[in-house]
């Protein structure tokens, strides 16, 4: 038993400063309780900030902005702001957005008053952590914890990730030059936009994945338009095909994978993008009695809370739907319940931003879903190339569609691919939010041109079909 003094005990000990983290400290900090945070690294923000959502974020809008790809249904095929384009230059502006974002954070967790430490937490018992650091080690007691340690890209030992030419996506924005050819296996979230983005850089990008359709929990008209747009870019997949050597060829100077059909594909490099391992081995949640599943998953009930009833964990070490926008409100929520403050996320009104180019995002179930639960619906469908702002913005191919209740006329669920969709999408989970109908949309004043009007075209087509 640890020896408690006002020095080293808090209300709450929050582990880990990414997202979860962070508005769980945040939280609890305005509900006047004394916080600490322990982060391992020594940049804070987590996942989010320095390897994952933000860096690859900003990469993506330095690959718009100097690709000038949006442009070219314009100034033709061959148009770019920047000729030879390189890392130094994709990697500038991310590099200049991370440093803004960590000092945003720095100074909200500052201002909150919440105590950072900086070393490895791991428990030693049920209500102690050990905190250790290049400057030694100290103890810290608290009568709660939330547990938002992250995750980490899963590895295989058979494959020799080098960080240069055979990486994964932690090592992305490490990259000295750009590939010619990329080999991306692995087609979740995750591989399909960085597969994206370097394609339309013109790298020439072969998918790989053992899977036989990708994002499965996507709408399928949306899916099929996202790999008529790849295919544009030149992107080749081959799915339902299981990778079994990854390799570096020497006297060629090429990356190899061999797959399982008995076909070797060949590139200059290759992104290993499989998923996540989450970082609970590393907190020595044994001593808390907790069992981890296979990929490090910590398991909550609805309030965030694991079988300890003061110990509680959210983000992306309690697995789907990880991402930064979901640990977020779980971090926060996890505080509202340790202090008996009431809060609920709706699950079905979770939206989903998938930043392929063209970037992806929905809120609500597919057709698919729909059909298998046997729920009636209607479709109305908006193409951006019918849109005054779409041809603007030099994007034929984008659409927006709502699925809504033939019947009650009721929104079920809105599906977008093309720009700003991850923005406009917030639009239709408003509506869904408050339990209204597709009328608004076709009642509704909308700025024009915007892409936002879709909302209105769509619900005219969707009135149509009646
Ligand atoms: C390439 C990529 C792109 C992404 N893009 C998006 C996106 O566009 N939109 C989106 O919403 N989400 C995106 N995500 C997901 C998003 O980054 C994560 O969902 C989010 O960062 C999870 O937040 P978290 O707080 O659970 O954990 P993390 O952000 O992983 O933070 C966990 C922190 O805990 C620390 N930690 C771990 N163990 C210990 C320990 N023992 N002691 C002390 N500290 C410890 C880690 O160092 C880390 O800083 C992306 C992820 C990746 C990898």
Known sequence: MV????????????????????????????LRKKVAVVERKRSIGGVCVNTGTIPSKTLREAILYLSGLRQRTFYGRGYAVKDNICMQDLVFRADAVMA?????????????????????????????????????????????????????????????????????????????????????????????????????????????????????????????????QLRQFGTVFRLGEKVVNVGFDEDRDRVFAKLESGKTVHGSALLYAVGRQANSDQVNVGALGLTPDARGKLLVDANFQTSVPHVYAAGDVIGFPA?????????????????????????????YGIYTIPEISMVGPTEEELTREKIPYETGTARYAELAKGQMLGDDEGFLKLIFDPATLKLISVHIIGERATEIVHIGQAVLSMGGTIEYFRDTVFNYPTLAEAYKVAALDGLNKL
């Open 3 to 30: 020896e408690t003094t006002d020095n080293n005990s808090y209300d709450l000990v929050v582990i880990g400063s990414g997202p979860a983290g962070q508005k769980a400290a945040i939280c609890a900090s305005k």
């Open 100 to 228: 803004r974002e960590i000092e945003v954070i720095k100074s909200q967790l500052r201002r909150n008053r919440v105590a950072v430490y900086e070393g490895n937490a791991r428990f030693i018992d049920d209500h102690t952590v050990e905190v250790t650091s290049d400057s030694g080690y100290t103890l810290l007691r608290g009568d709660n914890f939330v547990i938002a340690c992250g995750t980490r890209p899963a590895h295989d030992a058979s494959i020799p990730i080098d960080g240069k030419r055979i990486f994964d996506s932690d090592q992305v924005n490490g990259l000295q030059e750009l590939p010619r050819e990329l080999i991306v296996v692995g087609a979740g979230i995750i591989g399909l936009e960085y597969a994206s983005m370097f394609a339309a850089l013109g790298v020439k990008v072969t998918l790989l994945d053992q899977r036989p359709v990708l994002l499965d929990f996507a709408d399928r008209e949306i899916i099929e338009s996202l790999c008529f």
């Open 323 to 351: 991402l930064a926008s979901t640990s977020m409100e779980q971090g926060r929520l996890a505080s509202c319940h340790i202090f008996g403050v009431p809060g609920n996320i709706p699950p079905n009104l979770i939206p």
